[in-house]
């Protein structure tokens, strides 16, 4: 596996950044804490604090994508790939290299997110007991599941475009107006189903928690048939890629 | 002498454009192999096939008799086109990333910067270097293998005189190490002065293979003039050895057959009592040669 140093380089400048966010993050929170206390609702409570945070670091998904596009595009407008290849490295090894890299980033939005959620838990949430803290934590397997979805997508439309700029426009794009006008259509006009959408099936995994303070009727819970969706997507991206970079010139 | 490298019937069709047709090939240890065509001949595009970066159409080919798996390439130090390397990193650092895919041992960067004559700005960003310096960090990162097999693909494209000789000279130390070397090119004369065997590619097609001596030494070419032309061009007809003459840039120029020298001509002609006032051997140049063999196929 090579991650290239390059690639470490920019990560490390936009892991830092990430952190940068988060700690804005936080005080904006703390903020819309003291908020949420007088009013009484109990987003950072443990047992419900790893569904609400979950759902808001969802964002932090796109700086990921960015970076993961970044490090393919690079590769090949810098034509490093192709002498990667003339020195020996396979196609798979490649693959597992970049793989490799979303795999990281991962666990990094896995990890910033427990330690984010036990920080802010244990300032903030009246029961603090070990039994609660774990409880519901599969969401932060789901946000896992879910980045990782998100970044074998990213990977795949950045192997297809091969230019970081059209390749984030698009991404972004298909993202955040494509597909959810086209489901939004579906859904609201013609009441079709749309859970087999890919960047929808990523977003199902961990569904809009904050409702239930007033209505009191969300999925509390990380759906069987979600995962199956988002995982099944998951693979279809990630062996695209691995059609795409085995069967092309570079 | 043992097969390095062996094709059979590579093919490579972009579309429309066959880029290499059917070409087989077989080059043995210790050569210096000229890949010789004008631009856009399939060269590169050979190459690439042969490096796992260019898929091909069809046919086959084999790297010391094991195939075209990934990891032979670790033991072939090449370099495509332009060299390509991590432009925000330095030479150490992307000599690295290639020791690293190459499995490199104990790699000495060090030493090899030193050998192509890039030490002292070994701690520069790659894209602060002239093409010069980038041409010798390439030659260093093939190196760094201490590969059996190099391959240059147009290594002197876009340097100064300076910077061309040295590239050359360079090539020529590593071929007497005893390393086998395929150079592509479209220069004859860097062919003629650097290659032991050649092979012309034209449009996709090998045209021709031999050794470069054989080719220069198959004739000799005279030139020759006399105040008398007519005279002159009566004698040099009658003589046997003598296959063709032809008048160029003021002087008659004969090509003899390879055991008539320039030192028979003459007596022969003074002989004949016709007094060459100019009469020169002049070593058919593969230029010549190269011209012929893309002109007869046509
Ligand atoms: N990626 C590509 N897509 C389409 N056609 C290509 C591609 N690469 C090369 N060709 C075509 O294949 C032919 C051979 O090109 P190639 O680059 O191998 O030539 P070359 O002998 O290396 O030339 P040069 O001396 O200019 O480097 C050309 O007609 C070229 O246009
Ligand atoms: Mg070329």
Redesign the pocket.
């Given at each position: 596996m090579i991650i290239l140093a390059l690639f470490v380089l920019i990560y490390f400048a936009v892991g830092l950044s990430f952190k940068k966010v988060i700690d804005w993050f936080i005080e904006e929170n703390a903020e819309g804490f003291s908020f949420f206390v007088d009013s009484g609702l109990p987003i950072f409570d443990f047992v419900d604090i790893w569904q609400n945070l979950a759902y808001i670091t969802f964002l932090f998904k796109y700086i990921l994508a960015f970076v993961v596009i970044i490090s393919i595009c690079l590769e090949y407008s810098n034509k490093t790939i192709r002498q990667n290849f003339i020195d020996g490295l396979s196609r798979t090894e490649f693959l597992f290299s970049k793989v490799g890299l979303i795999v990281f980033l991962t666990l990094l939005s896995g990890i910033l997110l427990t330690i984010l959620g036990l920080i802010l838990g244990m300032l903030y949430s009246p029961v603090t007991s070990f039994p609660f803290v774990i409880t519901n934590m599969e969401f932060v397997l789901a946000h896992m599941l879910e980045v990782f979805g998100f970044l074998s997508f990213a990977l795949f439309v950045a192997t297809l475009i091969r230019r970081t700029g059209f390749s984030i426009v698009l991404f972004v794009f298909y993202a955040t107006s494509i597909e959810p006008i086209a489901t939004g259509i579906m859904k609201y006009q013609y009441e079709l189903p749309v859970w087999y959408f890919p960047i929808t099936s990523f977003g199902n995994l961990v569904r809009l928690p904050f409702e239930k303070y007033i209505f009191r009727e969300v999925q509390d819970y990380v759906a069987l048939q979600d995962v199956l969706v988002a995982s099944g997507w998951t693979a279809i991206f990630l062996y695209l890629t691995y059609l795409l970079i085995k069967k092309r010139?570079v | 002498m043992s097969t390095v490298l062996q094709t059979n019937q590579l093919t490579?069709h972009?579309?429309r454009?066959k880029?290499?047709q059917e070409l087989d090939l077989q080059i043995e240890t210790g050569q210096v192999f000229g890949i010789l065509?004008?631009?856009?001949?399939?060269?590169?595009?050979?190459?690439?096939m042969l490096l796992g970066v260019?898929k091909r159409t069809s046919g086959t080919f084999s790297w010391f008799e094991q195939g075209e798996g990934h990891a032979l390439r670790k033991r072939i130090g090449a370099i495509l086109?332009h060299p390509i390397f991590y432009p925000f990193l330095n030479s150490i650092e992307n000599l690295k990333i290639a020791a690293h895919i190459k499995d490199v041992q104990n790699p000495d960067f060090d030493g090899l910067l030193k050998t192509v004559g890039l030490y002292d700005r070994r701690l520069d960003a790659f894209k602060t270097y002239s093409l010069g310096m980038k041409q010798r960090l390439a030659i260093a990162t093939a190196l760094v293998s201490d590969p059996d097999i190099l391959i240059f693909?147009?290594p002197t494209n876009g340097l100064d005189p300076q910077g061309i000789a040295d590239i050359r000279k360079m090539i020529v130390d590593i071929a007497e190490m005893g390393k086998t070397i395929i150079l592509?090119s479209?220069l004859l004369d860097e062919v003629q002065k650097v290659c032991s065997d050649f092979m012309v590619?034209k449009s996709?097609v090998k045209v021709f293979q031999g050794k470069v001596d054989d080719v220069l030494n198959q004739k000799q070419r005279i030139e020759v003039y006399a105040d008398d032309e007519e005279a002159l061009r009566t004698a040099l007809s009658e003589v046997n050895q003598v296959s063709s003459v032809k008048f160029e840039y003021g002087v008659l120029v004969a090509e003899l057959n390879e055991e008539y020298s320039a030192r028979d001509l003459n007596t022969f002609l003074y002989e004949r009592g016709i007094v060459a006032s100019h009469l020169a051997n002049v070593r058919s140049s593969l230029e010549e040669q190269f011209l012929s063999i893309l002109d007869e196929d046509d």
């Open positions: 010139d | 490579k972009f579309g454009i880029a290499v065509g004008p631009n856009g001949s399939g060269k590169t595009t050979t190459l690439g260019t086109e693909d147009e592509a479209h590619l996709g």
